[in-house]
């Protein structure tokens, strides 16, 4: 199946008003233009370096930056990202307003599983959300997270639903946690039904990532 094919695939069950991020790290230029003839305009990236040197190949498509990102490499992602996903420290939020010209969007990174090294735990999401909406040059949108990895996608619902609790109660509380980037190629029609607002699909519509070499 093409791209397009793929995309058609996804695009078909997918609820209007989500958000499809299409997951291209790894993928070459060619695939994003590719992506983008049929169509897709919001692209995901989790290397800072890559997320840059894509955008200066690739024009028109909107960056969503989802990896955890190191403070000294901000400098990479601001001004190129509409989104960045997974925040978790004050000290990153302080550094992406610093550099921001006009005001970064970014979702709180929120960590269920041990197995997940980025994110703030569940239960300090919304002390940390209220620390970092004050922070001059970012715009809090919301939250995201990366389940602990399952082969059942059924496996993640439980952490969909507590993501959508907290926002809900962030909402209540007066906290602008609009969006929901929770779900991925495997679990994503869970997520949907969880009320995510972004999903983050990679290999279901570009194919099999080789493995990374690190
Ligand atoms: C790679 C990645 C995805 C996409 O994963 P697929 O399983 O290929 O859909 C989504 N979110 C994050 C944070 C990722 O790093």
Same mark, same amino acid.
């Given at each position: 199946?093409? $791209?397009?094919?793929?995309?058609?695939?996804?695009?078909?069950?997918?609820?209007?008003?989500?958000?499809?991020?299409?997951?291209?790290?790894?993928?070459?230029?060619?695939? $994003?233009?590719?992506?983008?003839?049929?169509?897709?305009?919001?692209?995901?990236?989790?290397?800072?370096?890559? &997320?840059?040197?894509?955008?200066?190949?690739?024009?028109?498509?909107?960056?969503?930056?989802?990896?955890?990102?190191?403070?000294?490499?901000?400098?990479?992602?601001?001004?190129?990202?509409? &989104?960045?996903?997974?925040?978790?420290?004050?000290?990153?939020?302080?550094?992406?307003?610093?550099?921001?010209?006009?005001?970064?969007? $970014?979702?709180?990174?929120?960590?269920?599983?041990?197995?997940?090294?980025?994110?703030?735990?569940?239960?300090?999401?919304?002390?940390?959300?209220?620390?970092?909406?004050?922070?001059?040059?970012?715009?809090?949108?919301?939250?995201?997270? #990366?389940?602990?990895?399952?082969?059942?996608?059924?496996?993640?619902?439980?952490?969909?639903?507590?993501?959508?609790? $907290?926002?809900?109660?962030?909402?209540?509380?007066? &906290?602008? &946690?609009?969006?929901?980037?929770?779900?991925?190629?495997?679990?994503?029609?869970?997520?949907?039904?969880?009320?995510?607002?972004?999903?983050?699909?990679?290999?279901?519509?570009?194919?099999?990532?080789?493995?990374? #070499?690190?």
């Amino acid at each position: 199946m093409s $791209i397009a094919d793929k995309l058609a695939q996804v695009r078909a069950a997918l609820p209007a008003g989500v958000t499809l991020v299409a997951v291209s790290k790894t993928r070459p230029a060619a695939d $994003i233009r590719e992506a983008m003839a049929a169509g897709q305009l919001d692209f995901g990236e989790n290397y800072a370096q890559e &997320l840059r040197d894509k955008a200066a190949e690739v024009e028109g498509a909107r960056w969503h930056f989802i990896g955890s990102l190191q403070r000294n490499k901000v400098k990479y992602v601001v001004g190129r990202a509409a &989104l960045v996903h997974d925040v978790d420290s004050v000290e990153l939020a302080e550094e992406i307003g610093k550099r921001s010209a006009t005001p970064t969007g $970014i979702l709180v990174g929120v960590n269920f599983g041990e197995a997940q090294k980025s994110g703030v735990p569940a239960r300090e999401a919304l002390d940390f959300a209220r620390r970092v909406v004050g922070v001059p040059g970012v715009a809090l949108r919301g939250l995201m997270c #990366i389940p602990p990895p399952s082969d059942d996608p059924q496996a993640a619902a439980p952490y969909f639903a507590e993501l959508a609790s $907290i926002a809900a109660a962030g909402r209540d509380a007066g &906290l602008p &946690l609009h969006e929901l980037s929770m779900g991925m190629s495997h679990d994503w029609p869970v997520a949907v039904r969880h009320g995510a607002t972004i999903v983050r699909v990679g290999s279901a519509i570009f194919g099999a990532r080789p493995p990374k #070499i690190t």
